[in-house]
């Protein structure tokens, strides 16, 4: 059994290829920010080498609202958990640079949120996630 929690909420009209991009650069900020969440090289019999997993599984939910999606990223910042976002502004930045310009320009109460990731314990991070369903 894990004692941690990766768990990636996603706004539920969102076209296939950007629930795949939110989910993609959402589980990137915790692996970069995380290190003891890196699992161990693959090696085959030969030796030849493949990158790792995380080590900690990563369950998906859908958002059916903005609202909803909003009080998962609220309940997520009262418990004091890592969050990481991802806003729709971003599907039209081509840059690290712009990413971050784009996000520098919004307080937090004004974000467009599409997705965010929550990582932290368990327990907080399902209370995080109270009311909303895994992904389909």
């Known amino acids: 059994m894990y004692d941690k929690k990766i768990a990636i909420i996603i ?12 989910v993609s ?9 995380y290190p003891e969440t890196h699992g161990g090289d693959f090696i085959t019999a030969e ?3 493949f990158l790792p997993f995380l080590k900690h599984p990563i ?4 958002a059916e609202t903005t609202e909803k999606l909003k009080r998962a990223f609220l309940r997520a910042t009262e418990r ?3 969050i990481g976002i ?3 502004a971003l599907f039209a930045t081509r840059s690290e640079e712009e990413n971050i310009s784009e996000i520098a320009q919004h307080s937090v109460d004004n974000l ?3 997705g965010i990731i929550i990582y932290g314990d ?4 399902n209370k995080s996630l109270d009311g909303l369903k895994f992904h389909e």
């Open 80 to 82: 004091k958990l890592a």
């Open 47 to 49: 030796n030849i080498k």
């Open 112 to 114: 467009d949120l599409v």
């Open 86 to 88: 991802y806003t729709r």
């Open 11 to 22: 706004e539920k009209d969102l076209l296939p290829w950007q629930k795949l991009n939110v």
């Open 59 to 62: 369950l998906i939910y859908t």
């Open 25 to 33: 650069f959402l589980a990137s900020s915790v692996a970069i920010r």
């Open 122 to 125: 368990n327990k907080l991070v």
